[in-house]
């Protein structure tokens, strides 16, 4: 009979004796029966419970009187300052609304510079200071709080001891109630800053830059003949994870504290058969997309597509598209949705971007376009292109706003996990570059060159040759998903973006440098029709200047190969492979003034973001260098010496039992094992120097990132392969790690 033992399986007087891994195996294979919802949608559509949980402006609409409500609605619209006034009436019907779902407490919900959310809960409950008490909610309350700032990153803003700091309403973001077990909490919005007011936070900055392209925009619409009066910037995040059983989970450390499994053999079978992508989804797996469905709906977050994706255990979810501030807001509750979510399901939801090794990692595919008040798509080319001028300065303005800035586009995306996957043969290189497809290649050529367009040699359908299917209509244009930053339809894709960050730093700056490239348009349009009143004729020159100047970052091709590289080095282009060779470019004096001159960031401001993707990254190697260190120390040393031990006990016994019998094969195994396990030991050693040299050496920022980079990383990288080679020769019986076989196809 089976007994549970923590340390190995074998026989213990005459008893098996099963690991905790094996343990954990059985555990996850018990209980992938699905875990059925309360929801019922033959009783309640998706529309009946869309935004249930979003104070949207229907109910404030009929909460509050017709003059507050229309107040509120222009200052939004017109990007106005709110009249205090309105607050108290706003509060006050917020909080009925709160009480009446039943919600006990409210808090200021916030994006730090951590790159999570946080909130501080209060309850609604005051002393009436006769032994009673009073629900409250006042308009003072609901503009601004005052969180304890101390304990945030602030890149050098402010001192440690200097913690005071403010949140403030973001009116542009609806509050919304969320739901836990023995809850609910009103959570509201709001944008981050410390006593001097310097932004603390990934939303003050996103507001800055919509405001700033929408100044640039208008101004540009109105010269091509638009009487748009606003322009937003649209996003539709799509969100890749992995999902692996928490039996499992629970047996890792290193992906406990890290995200990632810093140790593990490349399994016998990875994505090789193409058997998972977009594969008829587990019943487990599909109950667990339909949870988080349900709750996302609730608040608000349009989640349109779920599927399987590359990778085994690797699946994706994306939104209907939303302006950039509502967009950032709904993907980091989607991400706090899906890991609360999953443990409901006795899951594991991880988000970092290489979580296993030897098979693709997650992105976090950054679809951005511009939409104005009229509702026009400002990125649709229509059916022709090469005739609608509001397409053409936009296109032309956003490829010289990627060509010019490329350098800062990628340290947006910069991170110790991102650089695991970039650059790899699942995502897109550190090279920036723009894909524009067949058609509007020829449309930019055609442009350059003065020459009338020639007629696209693409079918308009697609015959399928079998009379009984109808006829396919073809896109202009194919994808192309090797490259960054990629035209798909009416909209460009930025697919370098990492899974686990908030979108919030990458919107702003591409709409902060997209702001100085439409401004530029506009200026150079506005010259040109001062010497010619031909608006065609001033666009069109204009559009052939800058797409001249900047065409180097066109490619079409394969951005995996290695001719690509050897291209765009001629090219000019920057090919920054790493976060420290990245993070410099943020704070360039053409970055600052960049910044400085759209009142997004100031230089303060802008250095100590620097500061802080810094100081994130070296802290995250420290946390996977100690990480790799204890579990090689205290896990796998033992269980390799412990195999060691049996072997050379073996061929003692053999030797002793059988005289004249070769045993060199099963000595070369233990020298293999021996070996190995002396070499690790080694490379450990070296690793625990390392770490206490980085503590004792540079302390500049930059230098500090550098040795992690050069020096920690390959220690770690040297330990993890000896590691992962004695997984290979280890009994079985004895590894305590779950293994990517297991933990990659059981769930």
């Given at each position: 009979?089976?007994?549970?033992?923590?340390?190995?399986?074998?026989?213990?007087?005459?008893?098996?004796?099963?690991?905790?891994?094996?343990?954990?195996?059985?555990?996850?294979?018990?209980?992938?029966?699905?875990?059925?919802?309360?929801?019922?949608?033959?009783?309640?559509?998706?529309?009946?419970?869309?935004?249930?949980?979003?104070?949207?402006?229907?109910?404030?609409?009929?909460?509050?009187?017709?003059?507050?409500?229309?107040?509120?609605?222009?200052?939004?619209?017109?990007?106005?300052?709110?009249?205090?006034?309105?607050?108290?009436?706003?509060?006050?019907?917020?909080?009925?609304?709160?009480?009446?779902?039943?919600?006990?407490?409210?808090?200021?919900?916030?994006?730090?510079?951590?790159?999570?959310?946080?909130?501080?809960?209060?309850?609604?409950?005051?002393?009436?200071?006769?032994?009673?008490?009073?629900?409250?909610?006042?308009?003072?309350?609901?503009?601004?709080?005052?969180?304890?700032?101390?304990?945030?990153?602030?890149?050098?803003?402010?001192?440690?001891?200097?913690?005071?700091?403010?949140?403030?309403?973001?009116?542009?973001?609806?509050?919304?109630?969320?739901?836990?077990?023995?809850?609910?909490?009103?959570?509201?919005?709001?944008?981050?800053?410390?006593?001097?007011?310097?932004?603390?936070?990934?939303?003050?900055?996103?507001?800055?830059?919509?405001?700033?392209?929408?100044?640039?925009?208008?101004?540009?619409?109105?010269?091509?003949?638009?009487?748009?009066?606003?322009?937003?910037?649209?996003?539709?995040?799509?969100?890749?994870?992995?999902?692996?059983?928490?039996?499992?989970?629970?047996?890792?450390?290193?992906?406990?504290?890290?995200?990632?499994?810093?140790?593990?053999?490349?399994?016998?079978?990875?994505?090789?058969?193409?058997?998972?992508?977009?594969?008829?989804?587990?019943?487990?797996?599909?109950?667990?997309?339909?949870?988080?469905?349900?709750?996302?709906?609730?608040?608000?977050?349009?989640?349109?597509?779920?599927?399987?994706?590359?990778?085994?255990?690797?699946?994706?979810?994306?939104?209907?598209?939303?302006?950039?501030?509502?967009?950032?807001?709904?993907?980091?509750?989607?991400?706090?949705?899906?890991?609360?979510?999953?443990?409901?399901?006795?899951?594991?939801?991880?988000?970092?971007?290489?979580?296993?090794?030897?098979?693709?990692?997650?992105?976090?595919?950054?679809?951005?376009?511009?939409?104005?008040?009229?509702?026009?798509?400002?990125?649709?080319?229509?059916?022709?292109?090469?005739?609608?001028?509001?397409?053409?300065?936009?296109?032309?303005?956003?490829?010289?706003?990627?060509?010019k800035f490329g350098g800062l586009l990628r340290a947006t995306i910069a991170s110790a996990g991102n650089d695991h996957r970039l650059g790899a043969n699942e995502a897109p290189p550190a090279i920036m570059s723009v894909y524009l497809g067949d058609r509007l290649t020829q449309v930019v050529e055609s442009i350059i060159s003065g020459k009338p367009l020639e007629k696209s040699g693409l079918a308009q359908t697609i015959q399928l040759g079998v009379s009984a299917f109808p006829e396919l209509p073809r896109d202009d244009s194919d994808r192309n998903r090797t490259s960054p930053f990629a035209f798909t339809g009416n909209k460009f894709e930025f697919r370098a973006v990492g899974?686990?960050?908030?979108?919030?730093?990458?919107?702003?700056?591409?709409?902060?440098?997209?702001?100085?490239?439409?401004?530029?348009?506009?200026?150079?349009?506005?010259?040109?029709?001062?010497?010619?009143?031909?608006?065609?004729?001033?666009?069109?020159?204009?559009?052939?200047?800058?797409?001249?100047?900047?065409?180097?970052?066109?490619?079409?091709?394969?951005?995996?190969?290695?001719?690509?590289?050897?291209?765009?080095?001629?090219?000019?282009?920057?090919?920054?492979?790493?976060?420290?060779?990245?993070?410099?470019?943020?704070?360039?004096?053409?970055?600052?003034?960049?910044?400085?001159?759209?009142?997004?960031?100031?230089?303060?401001?802008?250095?100590?973001?620097?500061?802080?993707?810094?100081?994130?990254?070296?802290?995250?190697?420290?946390?996977?260098?100690?990480?790799?260190?204890?579990?090689?120390?205290?896990?796998?040393?033992?269980?390799?010496?412990?195999?060691?031990?049996?072997?050379?006990?073996?061929?003692?016994?053999?030797?002793?039992?059988?005289?004249?019998?070769?045993?060199?094969?099963?000595?070369?195994?233990?020298?293999?094992?021996?070996?190995?396990?002396?070499?690790?030991?080694?490379?450990?050693?070296?690793?625990?120097?390392?770490?206490?040299?980085?503590?004792?050496?540079?302390?500049?920022?930059?230098?500090?990132?550098?040795?992690?980079?050069?020096?920690?990383?390959?220690?770690?990288?040297?330990?993890?392969?000896?590691?992962?080679?004695?997984?290979?020769?280890?009994?079985?019986?004895?590894?305590?790690?779950?293994?990517?076989?297991?933990?990659?196809?059981?769930?």
């Open positions: 009979m089976a007994k549970t033992h923590t340390k190995h399986r074998g026989t213990l007087n005459g008893e098996v004796v099963v690991n905790s891994r094996q343990t954990a195996t059985q555990k996850a294979a018990a209980q992938r029966e699905p875990v059925r919802s309360t929801f019922d949608f033959t009783s309640s559509s998706i529309s009946e419970i869309f935004n249930s949980n979003v104070f949207t402006r229907q109910v404030m609409r009929a909460a509050v009187p017709k003059t507050v409500y229309e107040a509120f609605i222009k200052a939004i619209d017109d990007s106005t300052a709110l009249d205090p006034t309105l607050a108290d009436v706003i509060a006050n019907a917020m909080k009925d609304w709160a009480l009446a779902r039943g919600a006990t407490h409210y808090t200021h919900w916030f994006q730090p510079m951590t790159g999570f959310t946080a909130e501080k809960h209060d309850s609604f409950l005051n002393s009436t200071g006769d032994d009673g008490g009073i629900l409250e909610f006042s308009g003072k309350v609901l503009m601004q709080g005052e969180p304890d700032a101390s304990s945030f990153p602030s890149g050098g803003i402010r001192s440690t001891f200097e913690a005071r700091g403010y949140t403030g309403w973001d009116p542009t973001s609806p509050a919304f109630i969320m739901e836990s077990t023995n809850g609910k909490t009103l959570c509201i919005p709001t944008v981050f800053c410390s006593f001097s007011g310097h932004a603390l936070d990934k939303k003050t900055p996103l507001l800055r830059s919509i405001e700033a392209i929408n100044k640039q925009a208008v101004r540009l619409l109105k010269l091509v003949g638009s009487e748009a009066k606003r322009v937003t910037t649209t996003v539709g995040p799509e969100q890749e994870y992995f999902l692996i059983d928490e039996s499992y989970y629970l047996q890792r450390p290193d992906i406990i504290n890290s995200g990632r499994a810093l140790f593990g053999a490349k399994p016998p079978k990875g994505q090789e058969m193409e058997d998972h992508y977009w594969g008829s989804i587990k019943e487990r797996v599909l109950s667990f997309m339909m949870d988080t469905e349900q709750e996302l709906y609730k608040l608000g977050v349009p989640v349109k597509t779920r599927h399987n994706e590359v990778a085994p255990a690797q699946f994706e979810v994306a939104p209907i598209f939303e302006n950039s501030n509502l967009a950032t807001d709904h993907n980091m509750l989607l991400m706090e949705v899906f890991k609360k979510t999953a443990q409901r399901h006795g899951l594991r939801c991880l988000f970092h971007e290489k979580p296993f090794s030897g098979v693709n990692g997650s992105g976090k595919h950054n679809n951005w376009s511009l939409a104005d008040s009229n509702g026009n798509n400002l990125l649709d080319p229509g059916k022709t292109p090469h005739e609608n001028l509001v397409f053409l300065v936009f296109l032309s303005a956003s490829i010289r706003a990627v060509n899974s686990s960050q908030s979108i919030g730093w990458p919107n702003t700056v591409l709409n902060t440098m997209a702001a100085d490239s439409i401004e530029y348009m506009a200026d150079r349009i506005e010259a040109a029709l001062k010497k010619d009143k031909d608006l065609n004729a001033a666009v069109q020159t204009v559009c052939k200047e800058v797409l001249t100047e900047n065409r180097r970052i066109l490619f079409n091709g394969d951005n995996y190969s290695s001719d690509w590289h050897v291209e765009a080095e001629k090219r000019g282009l920057p090919n920054l492979r790493n976060t420290i060779d990245a993070l410099p470019e943020l704070v360039t004096p053409e970055i600052k003034a960049l910044f400085n001159k759209y009142s997004v960031l100031t230089e303060e401001e802008l250095v100590s973001r620097y500061n802080v993707q810094l100081e994130a990254y070296c802290k995250t190697v420290n946390i996977e260098a100690l990480l790799t260190a204890s579990i090689a120390t205290t896990m796998i040393l033992p269980a390799a010496m412990q195999y060691q031990s049996r072997i050379a006990s073996t061929i003692i016994q053999t030797k002793e039992a059988v005289s004249g019998l070769d045993l060199t094969p099963q000595e070369n195994l233990l020298r293999d094992v021996a070996e190995r396990v002396s070499k690790l030991r080694t490379n450990v050693e070296r690793l625990d120097a390392l770490s206490h040299e980085v503590d004792e050496g540079e302390t500049d920022g930059l230098s500090h990132a550098k040795f992690y980079q050069q020096k920690v990383i390959p220690a770690m990288t040297a330990v993890r392969t000896v590691a992962d080679e004695l997984e290979t020769l280890v009994d079985d019986s004895l590894w305590p790690l779950p293994k990517f076989r297991e933990m990659l196809y059981i769930y």
